[in-house]
């Protein structure tokens, strides 16, 4: 959704301006007739739809002249129709309630038959949209239905019987409940103008028909991309494993991605593509899709899976690409900051959106953005063309964009903070040790009482850091332990290890060179160390071959590495400052 | 303030924010009809957060007006 419930309407009227001399396309006309005065929805509505780059040009029909503006502006590319009870006679809301049958009966056929006209007058017009009738304006907590409550009942009966494929009924009720009835009317304008919505109103009823006006322009989103880890369930499926993750609709937690599960299984039934992009072992995740109980989403209904370790922004592009469809057709969902900023800003066609901090609010934020798929033309097509673009699907070798993840990465202003021997975070940092598994050398687990020997003894050391960028700081999340030999002016490299939180930023070297440059300057010539097999930390097993270390023995899952520090090339990251946190 | 209120008759009544002075009111700015005088109270009230009564909405029909009754609004 676009920011517009945050912008003042002198704001929209000035961006608006300028969108409006920005846009080259070809202008989308767009009529309202109305009987009653909402002049401000023009510019409201021109800045929702200008905002998605359709050139739209609203034009308003002249005051209370409904039935003769049907056929002056059957041209248009969409006409909307506000027809406002209250103003088919002046101040109907109360003088109805005072009508024997015959009164009612009369002014009902009399607008029967404009219904009529005017339905036949836009005949061809190739989208109409058609407010239902609605008495709410005028509506108390009455318990006996008013006149004027049935009237609109019934006008509304009839017109859901009249209505033919080109015209879409508006609930504009939805409109106002959303708004609520309060700030929705502004009867100061009533009585002085026959004007009666809010601005609040119109920046709503514009978000609410936007999906009409998307689907026709052929700007619906075509597919739905979901990160995983808590995203599609909760927990993070390499740290805790398949049996720990949660998307049980027994539990608290797990119920909410049960749900979001469920939100896009009925996406997909409607002919929307669901894919994955997360970073995980590509056949962990398989096995969930293939075999968690709990999983919705099974392998048939996923279209397209890039899970692996390479950068999101590639990955999409991939997507867009493999599935021969638009950046601009995708909606992305991710938990972290740190991915939904990099695509916003590296990849802004994609729409994405962000898991809530607050759980509870996921599953209405989805439902909220169900719109964005709308199309107008659903078929029982739309199902095959799942079909189709399964078998379209053509793969080329990945390419990469190193390049601009760095300009990301440059942006951020990432700052890493290294704590040496510090007693204080001795317990976060047993519980790292304890609960790490993906970016992990050697997946050692130790007590709080382990880590003080280390922090206290002579001959070792316990470094670890916190990370902070503009968005925040991720607090302890870094861990490195090393055993000092100074006899033999040499180090081993017991632990070293990093939470799945923070990959991809290349902390890792800059912590890497910070602890060599220090190895080096307490007279240490030789560092050693190991990458231990576990069934999770695959993603790191070339990473000593990538800080310059030599292999010089592989067994077993065991790869054993030594550095002389002379021929260490540090990377120099300028984009990372390092500061001592002592 | 007055520069807050300039803004705001600008983007409503479209005329460039130097073109408003004391003496803006319908009959120097060609726009100024009673629809964009709907659309101004609605504005000012967003940007100032006040409440124009129904004899404030007729009242403020210049440039003038509209800060003097703006200041009185925000003493209060």
């Known amino acids: 959704m676009s920011n517009i419930k945050n912008l003042k309407y002198s704001e929209i009227l000035k961006i608006n301006t300028k969108l409006g001399s920005d846009i080259n396309s070809n202008s989308y006309n767009i009529s309202i007739l109305s009987n009653i005065t909402i002049n401000q929805i023009k510019e409201i509505l021109e800045y929702v739809l200008r905002n998605e780059n359709i050139n739209a040009n609203v034009r308003i029909g002249d005051y209370d002249n409904i039935v003769q503006d049907s056929i002056k502006y059957e041209n248009s590319n969409i006409v909307i129709i506000f027809w406002e009870l209250c103003n088919i006679i002046g101040g109907l809301q109360y003088k109805i309630e005072l009508f024997d049958n015959d009164q009612f009966n009369a002014i009902f056929e009399k607008i029967k038959s404009e219904i009529d006209l005017v339905l036949k007058n836009l005949n061809k017009t190739s989208l109409v949209l058609f407010n239902k009738f609605t008495s709410m304006p005028f509506s108390s907590l009455n318990l006996r239905k008013s006149n004027f409550e049935k009237f609109a009942d019934q006008l509304n009966k009839y017109l859901e019987d009249k209505t033919k494929a080109n015209v879409k009924l508006i609930d504009l009720e939805k409109v106002i409940a959303s708004v609520g009835v309060e700030k929705s009317l502004d009867l100061r304008f009533y009585y002085s103008s026959k004007a009666l919505y809010t601005i609040e109103f119109f920046k709503t009823y514009a978000e609410y028909i936007k999906p009409f006006i998307m689907s026709a322009n052929g700007k619906s989103k075509k597919a739905l991309i979901f990160d995983c880890d808590n995203t599609l369930w909760m927990g993070i499926l390499g740290e805790d494993g398949f049996r720990k993750i949660k998307m049980s609709p027994r539990t608290k937690n797990g119920s909410i991605f049960s749900e979001i599960q469920s939100i896009a299984l009925a996406l997909n039934k409607q002919g929307v593509l669901i894919g994955l992009c997360s970073k995980n072992n590509p056949k962990d995740i398989d096995e969930v899709i293939n075999s968690h109980p709990d999983m919705k989403l099974r392998k048939e209904h996923i279209i397209i899976n890039k899970s692996n370790w390479t950068d999101k922004v590639t990955n999409l592009r991939q997507i867009a690409k493999e599935l021969n469809i638009g950046l601009d057709s995708l909606v992305f969902i991710d938990d972290s900051s740190f991915e939904v900023n990099l695509i916003k800003e590296q990849l802004p066609e994609i729409t994405v959106l962000q898991v809530p901090e607050r759980l509870h609010e996921y599953p209405k934020m989805l439902r909220e953005n169900i719109g964005l798929f709308y199309n107008l033309s659903f078929t029982k097509e739309d199902k095959k063309k799942i079909k189709m673009y399964k078998q379209q699907i053509y793969r080329e070798s990945a390419e990469k964009r190193f390049s601009a993840i760095e300009e990301y990465l440059a942006s951020l202003e990432l700052k890493l903070t290294i704590f040496e021997d510090d007693e204080s975070i001795i317990p976060r940092i047993s519980q790292m040790s304890q609960k790490t598994n993906q970016f992990n050398l050697t997946t050692k687990r130790y007590t709080e009482g382990d880590i003080r020997n280390f922090v206290t003894a002579d001959d070792s050391k316990v470094f670890s850091f916190s990370v902070s960028d503009k968005f925040g700081d991720s607090g302890i999340t870094g861990l490195c332990i090393i055993n000092f030999d100074k006899k033999n002016q040499t180090a081993n490299i017991d632990t070293f290890l990093m939470s799945c939180r923070i990959i991809g930023r290349n902390i890792e070297y800059a912590f890497m060179d910070y602890l060599i440059n220090l190895i080096t300057n307490n007279g240490i010539k030789r560092v050693t160390a190991k990458y231990i097999k576990t069934h999770k930390n695959e993603q790191v097993k070339d990473f000593y071959d990538k800080c310059s270390f030599l292999l010089i023995k592989s067994d077993n899952g065991i790869r054993d590495y030594e550095l002389f520090v002379d021929e260490y090339k540090p990377k120099k990251i300028k984009y990372i400052e390092v500061n001592n946190g002592k | ?76």
């Not at chain 2, 600008?10 to 060609?30: G, H, L, R, Y």
Request: charged letters at 30%; a negative charge; glycine letters at 2%.
């Open chain 2, 1 to 76: 303030m007055e520069n807050r209120i300039k803004k705001v008759m600008s983007a409503v009544f479209e005329v460039p924010v130097e073109k408003i002075n004391d003496k803006s009111s319908p009959d120097t700015i060609e726009s100024w009809d009673s629809l964009k005088h709907m659309n101004l109270v609605v504005a000012l009230e967003e940007e100032f957060g006040v409440h124009f009564n129904d004899e404030n909405i007729v009242e403020i029909m210049n440039y003038s007006l509209i800060r003097l009754i703006l200041s009185k609004k925000l003493k209060s």
